[in-house]
Each structure stands twice: as C-alpha cells, then as structure tokens.
C-alpha cells in the first residue's frame, strides 16, 4: 500500500524528481514484498513447534499492543476465522489506521476475510474516514474482497483529495476487475501524481475494457511519463491490444527502456497489420534485456503469434505467408 502523498510542485530539482519517484515507487513495492515473505518465513518457522494461535480476547489484546509485531500478530489472528464478533471486526478497524504499515495491510486482510453482509458497512464508512491512513487500508480491503458492491462503492471515491488513497482506490479497482469502472480510472491517467497514473494502468489494463485502449496509448504517448508509468501503461495495452492504438505502439519500440519496447512487441503481436510485421522484424535485432530473455525474443514470438493467427484465417487449402 503507498503511503505517498502530493508534496511542493515548484521546489527542489526537477531532474531529481524524476529519478526519485519511480525509485520511491519501485522501494515501496519491493519492501512491501520483502516484508511479506520474511514475515511468513518467520511465522511458519516459530510457530511450526510453538503454542496454538489464540483466542479471539487475547487476539484483540495483542491489536492493542505497544510493540508492532503483537499488533500485526493479532491482526493475522483474527483472519483466520471467519465470523468474527463486533469488537474484534471495530479493533481491526482502529488497526486500519496504525502507524505500522504491515499492520495496517494485515487488519486490511482480516477484514476482508470477514463475512461480507457484517464488514462491508465498516468498511464503506472507512473510505469517508477523515484519517487518510484508514481510507487507504479500507480500500485495499474491499479490493481483496472484490465483487460488484465492492467496486461500486470504491468507484465513489476515484477522486479522494488524497493521492495516496486515490492509487490505492485503483489498484483495489484493479482486483475487483470489473471493466464497468473505466469511466473512474481514465481521469487517473492525468492524474498530477504518477503512482496513481500508474495504479489507474495497472486496473484499467486488469478490467479488460477496450473502451480503455485509446486513454492508454494517448497517455503512453504523452512527454515526459516517469518510467513506471510507461511500463504499466505499456503492460496495459498489451492485455487491451486494439488496431487503433498501433501508432503509440509502434513509437514505443523505440522507448528507452526494454520493458516498454518488449510489452509494445506483445501488443503489436495481436494487430496484424502490415506496419506491425516489418516494425517486429525489426525488433528482432533488438537485445533489450527483460525479466526473462530479451526484447528481440518477444518479437520474435510477436511474429510466430500473427503467423498463427493468419494460418487459421487462410482459406482452406491454403496458407498465408506472413513477409
């Protein structure tokens, strides 16, 4: 969950903010996973001999805790059942808004582990809480939830004052993958912050709406998209790949980064136009590293993919030779 927030827009060096947000952006995912993983690590590995998990009393009692690691143990407690009574679902509640950001995400969870029909009210009146923290936690946990009510209700709140909590509303929007919110996260493509234009990719390309297609290459080929907001718009289009987005496509081979050239290869893979076979040809000299192989490797499995699709559209008896 980002805490981030809109700071002064006319001090400081412009160039250091543009380095700085995508790495700011990029520490807080991976401390978020890191954490993650230690802390299941650690949980397995103590409690594999250990004592039982507790009650639902001691449970609230550990929420209530000066020391974080009771208070984010507490919260896990709680999620383990289901039909939590109304004190235990008003701790997590508090909890929502600790100072701690892991226990903030661990009462998100066992919330939303809870019956629907009882947490869903806590959790609507949350996104309204004055305590951005809370509205934040309130969203990640109707995400986690998802449903029809759930990204409705989050849909209410696309243009929370805070930015921290607008992002969080996206990528909750993201895991409700319901493509009827598009007319919620396409204003976040302009958003001034660029974790929330970033967060609203990142759902819009989830929902699987078309309609979303066009904001997605217009905003890919705005000047001056930060880096991680290039690689989630990109990544979009790739999941939504429309014929009328085959020009942003296409400058984005040329990207300076191999993740964007590499999800633009992807997307051009399912345009079969002429434009696309001789601009993937031409990416399959391009050594961009990716995550796994390189750019030129996604090329190539761009074309393989549009020789395939022509094959199947050939008439019978026939082939298609793709140039």
């Not at 009328?244 to 191999?258: I, K, R, T």
């Amino acid at each position: 969950m980002s805490d981030s927030s809109t700071g002064p827009r006319a001090t400081g060096d412009a160039t250091s903010r543009r380095i700085s947000q995508p790495v700011q952006g990029l520490r807080a995912v991976l401390t978020r996973l890191v954490y993650r993983v230690r802390r299941k690590v650690t949980y397995w590995s103590e409690r594999r001999s250990g004592p039982p998990a507790p009650g639902e009393p001691a449970a609230i009692g550990w929420l209530r805790s000066d020391e974080p690691r009771c208070r984010w143990e507490g919260a896990e407690a709680l999620a383990r059942n289901s039909q939590r009574s109304s004190e235990a679902i008003a701790a997590l509640a508090v909890a929502m808004a600790d100072a701690e950001p892991f226990v903030r995400w661990q009462a998100a969870e066992a919330l939303a582990a809870q019956q629907a029909n009882r947490v869903f009210p806590v959790l609507r009146g949350a996104l309204a809480d004055s305590e951005r923290l809370r509205r934040q936690s309130a969203a990640e946990a109707l995400g986690l939830m998802g449903g029809e009510a759930a990204a409705l209700t989050l849909s209410e709140h696309g243009a929370d004052p805070d930015s921290g909590v607008r992002a969080e509303v996206a990528r909750a929007l993201g895991m409700c993958g319901d493509p009827t919110c598009v007319s919620v996260l396409i204003p976040m493509l302009a958003d001034e912050s660029s974790d929330v234009r970033r967060a609203g990719a990142g759902a819009l390309g989830r929902g699987g709406n078309l309609s979303a297609a066009a904001p997605l290459a217009a905003a890919l080929a705005q000047p001056g998209q930060q880096l991680l907001v290039r690689r989630a718009l990109a990544a979009a289009l790739a999941r939504l790949p429309h014929p009328d987005v085959q020009p942003a496509l296409l400058a984005a081979l040329g990207d300076p980064d191999p993740q964007v050239r590499g999800y633009a290869a992807q997307a051009l893979g399912q345009i079969d136009t002429e434009a696309s076979h001789a601009a993937l040809l031409a990416a399959k000299q391009d050594t961009g590293k990716l995550l796994e192989g390189t750019v030129a490797d996604r090329a190539k499995a761009a074309l393989a993919m549009l020789e395939r699709r022509g094959r199947r559209a050939a008439p019978s008896g026939g082939t298609t030779e793709v140039h």
